[in-house]
């Protein structure tokens, strides 16, 4: 099933804490904007319709009490006479006869006094002049016979009611609104900080100790507040921590059991296989009058037992690193004579390529450094073609050592894989006479003295092991002491 991408909204802030206070503030103001508006609409409302009603109730008091006292049929004395007592903008009329004063009087539509003709009735329409809003009333006036009878006078009245007041009333009212949702933004705010921060301290307060347990401080806990969600979070949070800091525990008890077994047996194998190497030896140097079947499988017991002892002696050394217990011994070395030594105490002078051009000055352990080069070179030997080149040079605050071969170069896999224990790069060199854990070990050894080691392939050649150390030269002699776990 294909699923929709929907485009990522780039200018919606991505902080929790400016959502939430966003988010409560429109909500507070959509609210406050709503309330205030419908009691606006309301209130207005209610005011149109009570100053239209008085304004009604007026208009028809006044004609009520001054109809009787006209003569019918009126003349224009009587129209003057009604149309002053009703007071301003008022024009009445009787069949060709007016009486009218006042200047709002344009604003009687023809549609209002058709009503008053046709239908007979009380008619009121509200409109807007040039001076603002407006009530025309227009109403019949009705005779009453001796008989009780009503009716038509033919005398009509339209009387302009000026609505300025209402609307100056309404417009204080908007001002009021207006100033009211104004008011309530910086308070939606104050608000909105306060109740995130009630919220978002126990999310930050879990932020950090889930920062602090993957830090490793597996005794990590929350204090929780409350019964809400929040305090559940909290109450989880510190079951997880707990598990995992058994699982941890244990792990690492078992992990201690482990290399204290490898260092135990690799012990315990060191002295047998030394005497096992003698005699093997032994036995090589009496098989050169066998014959050469029985000679060559001496030879492969000889190797095979070599190998093993190899192998001890790396396991070892892995299993001091783990425990923490190498102690670096610094000294001010020609790091190109020491590799020089390396090479000539494993006779690999006539088979590697070295030539210094003058002396690498150091601060190492000399026997780390051994460790790590013999690896590096040993390694080029077995899975390399020659020839084998050493380089050493000396850089602002390091020393390079560089190994490079003229083999097939590296797998195709991650290169930091190569320094993992008892790699193999392919399945054919399972039966080669490394012991898969010499890389691992010249990794260890470079990183207790602060530095690193990396391969990649070069151009018309095949692998390059780079080896980088600290020089240390400025720095005061003593005996530094480190932990390392390979």
């Not at 090589?284 to 001890?312: G, H, I, N």
Request: hydrophobic share 45%; proline share 4%; aromatic share 4%.
């Amino acid at each position: 099933m294909n699923r929709i991408a929907w485009p990522k909204i780039s200018w919606w802030p991505t902080g929790l804490r400016t959502r939430f206070v966003l988010t409560f503030v429109a909500v507070a103001m959509i609210a406050a904007t709503a309330a205030s508006g419908a009691g606006y609409v309301a209130a207005r409302g209610s005011l149109i319709d009570e100053t239209q009603r008085r304004a009604v109730d007026s208009v028809r008091d006044r004609i009520t009490r001054l109809a009787p006292d006209m003569s019918y049929p009126p003349d224009q004395q009587a129209l003057d006479r009604l149309r002053s007592s009703l007071g301003d903008d008022v024009m009445v009329t009787y069949e060709e006869l007016t009486s009218a004063s006042g200047s709002a009087l344009g604003l009687i539509s023809d549609n209002l006094r058709t009503a008053v003709v046709e239908q007979d009735r009380f008619a009121v329409q509200r409109v807007v002049g040039e001076s603002g809003p407006k009530l025309v009333m227009a109403t019949p006036i009705m005779r009453t016979g001796i008989d009780g009878r009503r009716s038509e006078s033919g005398v009509e009245v339209y009387v302009v009611e000026d609505l300025s007041p209402a609307q100056a009333q309404l417009d204080r009212w908007t001002r009021i609104v207006a100033l009211t949702i104004a008011a309530a933004l910086p308070l939606a705010i104050v608000s909105a900080l306060f109740v995130s921060r009630s919220v978002l301290r126990p999310i930050r307060r879990l932020g950090d100790s889930a920062n602090q347990l993957a830090a490793g401080n597996l005794s990590t806990r929350l204090e929780p507040s409350g019964r809400d969600e929040l305090a559940d979070l909290a109450h989880t949070f510190n079951q997880t921590a707990a598990a995992l800091e058994r699982s941890v525990e244990e792990l690492r008890h078992q992990e201690a059991e482990a290399r204290r077994f490898v260092g135990d047996v690799s012990h315990e194998l060191r002295t047998p296989l030394m005497a096992l190497i003698s005699i093997m030896e032994m036995l090589e140097a009496d098989a050169r009058s066998w014959s050469p079947e029985d000679q060559e499988m001496a030879a492969m017991a000889v190797e095979r037992t070599r190998k093993l002892a190899r192998l001890a002696e790396d396991l070892l050394e892995i299993s001091r690193l783990d425990a923490g217990a190498v102690e670096l011994r610094l000294e001010e070395i020609d790091v190109a004579h020491a590799v020089a030594d390396t090479l000539r105490t494993r006779g690999w002078s006539d088979e590697v390529a070295f030539a210094p051009t003058g002396p690498v000055l150091a601060r190492v352990d000399v026997h780390r450094l051994d460790v790590a080069v013999a690896n590096l070179v040993g390694n080029a030997l077995r899975h390399g073609d020659l020839p084998v080149s050493v380089e050493v040079r000396a850089q602002t605050d390091d020393v390079v050592i560089v190994v490079t071969d003229h083999g097939p170069g590296l797998p195709d896999t991650d290169t930091e894989r190569l320094f993992t224990r008892f790699y193999k790069a392919d399945s054919a060199r399972t039966g080669s006479s490394g012991s898969g854990l010499g890389l691992a070990i010249t990794k260890a050894n470079a990183m207790l003295h602060g530095g690193d080691v990396r391969a990649h392939d070069i151009d018309h050649a095949g692998a390059q092991f780079v080896l980088l150390l600290p020089r240390r030269l400025n720095e005061e002699p003593e005996t530094d002491v480190h932990d390392a776990h390979a």
